[in-house]
């Protein structure tokens, strides 16, 4: 698929307006986010100290001496450990006229956070708070979707002791506020954040409409990526929690883990879908797949591996998908796909801003600007420029749609050229065209009227046996058919008998051929003279093998006009050559109400069966059995 040179120029001109506009305000809004130095000014002496031991409690940690502590500083970031980690720190003086401290922080994926707060003196606190993803949110002492606790009133500095318990990252940014500096504060901040969660569902809600009227699977593939990205992010940010699934505490702890598979998920599929990469390789799109079904079976496990587990697992997993992505949205735009430089752009500022996360995350970086801040910059930038992506392309496939429809238009129209100059040339001959077809007309019907004729005959010759004069096995088995649809049509019983001529091989072998024929002859009347009904046909099927269709007669009936056919050749006399032949037919019948075409030929082969069963019962006989299939 390519553009138009032009056409790219100005989708270049768009693409980098609309980046470097977005950069611009996602910056200001992502530290518009971030409070005033000053806040943390109220904090000093931060340090901490780290315990295996479950059972030590508060009391314990406070009377620890300096040598067990190390200090920190704010925002801490200690990167993952499954220990008990405690912290330290002083706060400044809390008495002000008509208003209250809040202690803040500022990480909504802690399991445990306890809090007791002391005086210098003394080792009763003065209060305890918990909070933390393992407790419900309705218990917390503010309602607030991050860790909040408000600070007793003292003109005194007070200790601060936290107790931090995580399969996650140990993250512990402090913040201490002045009640309406945090409602100034927060008001800005929850507008942005409004404003920011407000785009992404806007975005996904557009998409989805937009598959609903164009039917393209791309968009609804890009709206389940958008609205999984904004749930990612609003468990990240204790949205979720508060909101969403407040009462739901085994999924807060799995949610973030959860949400987050699924958006790859879906970015995933939506790849595959947006950019030709079929055309180009199989083998990579082979692999796309393993990487969707991959994050499908995350999904799945989510719901059962310990978190500590799942979080490395989906870090690791997140960085080769991001960069094998990258890596073919380069590899197609060096083939002159056009759409996957604008998609290698887009994935690209998700690298940056997730790997950057990740690794300030696990500790290996310090970051001035917050992991989650910085997850909204690149996730916004790429959910942006994507639906850019996906605009130009679904913007090409109706140029292509148009100009296929404008050159069916002109082919069309070359038709209908030809074909109005083929009615004039067709009018111009068509007197003498009337006149020629009225006579070959008479002449064609006068010929298909012989051949009628001759088919008819040559049909009658073609069902009758030569020999006997009878009905042959090609006659039987259409015949069998259509009495077969008849009984299942109208539930009336079909009969059917197999007859044959016993030791009609010795017939042969002593008076030859001839004999045998004559035998045939001689047998063949014998049991036509015993069918009483036009509707019965008895046909040769074999060599001395005979076949007689009974329709809408029953067992009883059908046993007794095969029973008298049997007699009647049992007295048969037949002269050949001066020699008397003793001749005997053995039978085997059977009745039944048709169910199927199939249930027509297993009638057929039951008859056959019990015909064998007269054989070994000594010939000259009749076995007779309804036929249940």
């Known amino acids: 698929m390519f553009i138009k040179s032009d056409t790219v120029k100005g989708y270049d001109v768009e693409l980098v307006a609309t980046t470097v506009l977005a950069i611009v305000l996602l910056t200001f809004i992502a530290f518009n986010l971030s409070p005033e130095n000053d806040i943390h000014s109220r904090v000093s002496q931060l340090k901490y100290t780290v315990s295996k031991d479950k059972d030590v409690t508060f009391d314990d940690v406070f009377l620890y001496s300096d040598t067990k502590w190390t200090p920190t500083s704010s925002p801490v970031n200690l990167g993952m450990g499954e220990a008990t980690y405690w912290f330290s720190f002083m706060v400044s003086p809390t008495e002000s006229q008509g208003s209250r401290f809040l202690l803040e922080v500022d990480y909504s994926l802690l399991d445990t956070l306890d809090v007791a707060i002391y005086r210098n003196v003394g080792t009763t ?64 901040q929850n507008l942005m954040m409004g404003l920011f969660f407000g785009f992404l569902c806007a975005m996904g809600i557009n998409n989805a409409f937009l598959f609903l009227t164009t039917k393209r699977r791309s968009f609804i593939y890009y709206s389940g990526y958008v609205f999984n990205l904004a749930l990612t992010l609003a468990a990240l940010h204790g949205f979720g929690y508060a909101y969403l699934w407040s009462e739901q505490v085994w999924f807060q702890t799995r949610a973030v883990v959860i949400f987050a598979n699924i958006t790859i998920l879906f970015a995933t599929i939506f790849t595959r879908d947006l950019l030709p990469i079929v055309k180009h390789s199989k083998r990579i799109d082979n692999m796309l797949k393993i990487i969707s079904w991959s994050f499908g079976i995350s999904i799945i496990i989510s719901f059962i ?106 082919q069309e129209v070359q038709a209908n050229t030809a074909k109005e100059n083929l009615l004039e040339v067709q009018k111009r ?80 072998d002593s008076f030859g051929h001839t004999g045998g024929d004559a035998c045939l002859i001689q047998v063949s009347k014998a049991l036509q003279s015993e069918l009483n009904r036009l509707s019965d046909d008895l046909c040769r099927i074999g060599g001395e093998e005979f076949a007689l269709i009974l329709p809408n007669t029953e067992l009883s009936g059908a046993t007794h006009v095969v029973e008298t056919m049997r007699q009647a050749i049992d007295n048969l006399n037949v002269e050949f050559d001066g020699h008397h032949i003793p001749l005997s037919i053995s039978v085997g019948v059977t009745t039944a109400i048709m169910k199927n075409e199939e249930h027509v030929l297993a009638l057929l082969k039951f008859a056959d069966e019990l015909l064998y069963k007269a054989k070994e019962s000594g010939r000259n006989t009749v076995i007779h059995q309804e036929f249940i299939g």
């Open 429 to 508: 001959y068509q007197d003498d065209l009337e006149y020629k077809v009225e006579e070959r007309t008479l002449e064609l019907e006068i010929t298909l009227r012989e051949l009628s004729e001759v088919n008819n005959e040559l049909e009658r010759l073609t069902s009758i046996d030569p020999l006997t004069g009878m009905n042959n096995r090609r006659h039987f088995d259409k015949r069998l058919k259509s009495e077969g649809r008849r009984s299942r049509r109208e539930q009336t019983p079909l009969s059917v008998a197999v007859i044959d001529i016993d030791h009609f091989k010795q017939v042969n």
């Open 305 to 410: 591996m310990p978190y500590s587990i799942l979080i490395k697992l989906f870090l690791a997993m997140l960085a080769v998908v991001v960069i094998f992505i990258i890596a073919v949205g380069i590899w197609l735009s060096i083939k002159g796909e056009t759409i996957a430089r604008y998609f290698t752009i887009a994935w690209g500022f998700l690298l940056i801003s997730g790997m950057s996360a990740s690794l300030d995350n696990v500790g290996l970086i310090d970051l001035s600007i917050s992991s989650s801040n910085l997850l909204i910059i690149g996730g916004t930038l790429e959910t942006l420029i994507l639906a850019f992506v996906l605009a130009i392309s679904y913007s090409h496939s109706r140029d292509d749609l148009i100009k296929a429809q404008q050159f069916a238009l002109a």
């Open 125 to 188: 606190p003065l209060a305890t708070y918990s909070a933390g993803d393992i407790s419900p949110f309705l218990d917390r002492a503010i309602k607030h979707e991050k860790p909040l606790f408000p600070l007793p009133s003292s003109a005194q500095s007070q200790r601060v002791l936290v107790k931090v318990e995580t399969a996650g990252t140990i993250r512990l940014p402090i913040r201490v506020w002045e009640e309406a500096e945090f409602i100034e504060f927060t008001s800005t």
